[in-house]
């Protein structure tokens, strides 16, 4: 399957419109419609209908679409794990993580970079919510992200390697100096801001504690696409956001947000690393020993 054709895909199930995707890459419209007929010949099913100048995704279009940045991104890994290879790299460890958000991360690849020379770590960041896809996919070989992200994956192995609390984020040009004093009038005065309809387990006591140290009963709720989008929406003072008290410690990059630790909540969660449980490879097998025994370490466990 032509990468290039997928891009195309992509352009036209966004806009709409082959016209302006035509324009976009610098092909003509009638090359443009050749590469799409020959995808849905490759798949054996129509992708989009055409009415008039109107087009729209089917729906094994919109179930393509949903799918089709992860086989992309899985392809392009493909790709650069060969030419790696061809450079000299006897293998490539490929890692994701939605930020610095665990010591375990940093102890283990030290000592993996030491005992492997050879193989090539490359770490990327990812969102959160989107790793246990993206090692399903295998385009990475391991993960890490928050417990409440993981969907469920038969053949993904999920090991807790330390846990965390809770922040609340708000804008720091409405409350410079915030503190959990400062909760009350945060939620009186200002929406609850959530990535997608998707309310993660852990919110429901989250709410809980936030009724209860607000005497307030009536949160007002928004929802935003994604995590970034309410760290954006909670910088422009548009309402606050409750996150990993170490994701945003992770994205200090995020301007005029102050965030609150919850840590007096009782509410945490895990942090985990994500692996295949049918991965063969020596290596990727003995950086998960590796990082298990960070976190025994920094946990005193022994082992």
């Keep these: 399957m032509n990468l290039e054709i997928l891009q195309y895909f992509q352009y036209i199930a966004k806009y709409k ?3 302006r995707a035509a324009k976009h890459f610098y092909i003509s419209q009638s090359t443009l419609s050749r590469y799409i007929m020959s995808l849905e010949e490759e798949l054996g ?16 279009g919109r179930v393509f679409e949903y799918d089709c940045e992860l086989f992309i991104n899985h392809m392009k890994t493909v790709i ?7 450079k000299g790299n006897i293998g490539v460890l490929r890692i994701t993580t939605p930020g610095k958000i665990s010591q375990v991360l940093t102890d283990a690849l030290a000592i993996f970079r030491n005992k492997y020379p050879s193989i090539k770590p490359i770490i990327e960041l990812y969102d959160f919510d989107e790793i246990p896809s993206a090692v399903h996919y295998d385009i990475y070989q391991i993960g890490f992200t928050y417990d409440f992200a993981v969907t469920s994956y038969e053949e993904l192995e999920s090991i807790p390697i330390c846990s965390d609390e809770f922040s609340l984020a708000v804008s720091s040009d409405l409350f410079e100096e915030a503190t959990l004093e400062s909760i009350p009038e945060i939620i009186k005065s200002l929406p609850l801001i959530l990535p997608s309809f998707v309310e993660p387990p852990f919110l429901k006591q ?3 504690e936030l009724h209860n140290i607000s005497n307030n009963k009536n949160i007002v709720i928004t929802h935003v696409n994604t995590t970034d989008s309410v760290m954006l929406q909670t910088s422009l ?3 606050y956001g409750i996150v990993p008290t170490s994701f945003s410690k992770a994205k200090n990059s995020f301007q005029n947000i102050t965030f609150i630790n919850l840590d007096n909540f009782s509410t945490k969660c895990n942090i985990v690393m994500l692996y295949k449980k049918s991965f063969s490879s020596d290596y990727v097998k003995s950086f998960v020993n590796i990082a298990k025994q960070c976190y025994y370490e920094n946990s005193g466990i022994h082992k």
């Design 17 to 19: 419109n082959i016209t």
């Design 45 to 60: 099913v129509k992708l989009f209908i055409r009415n008039n100048k109107q087009i729209e995704l089917t729906e094994a």
């Design 80 to 86: 650069n794990n060969v030419q790696l290879a061809d």
């Design 206 to 208: 989250i709410l809980h």
């Design 237 to 239: 003072g548009l309402g």
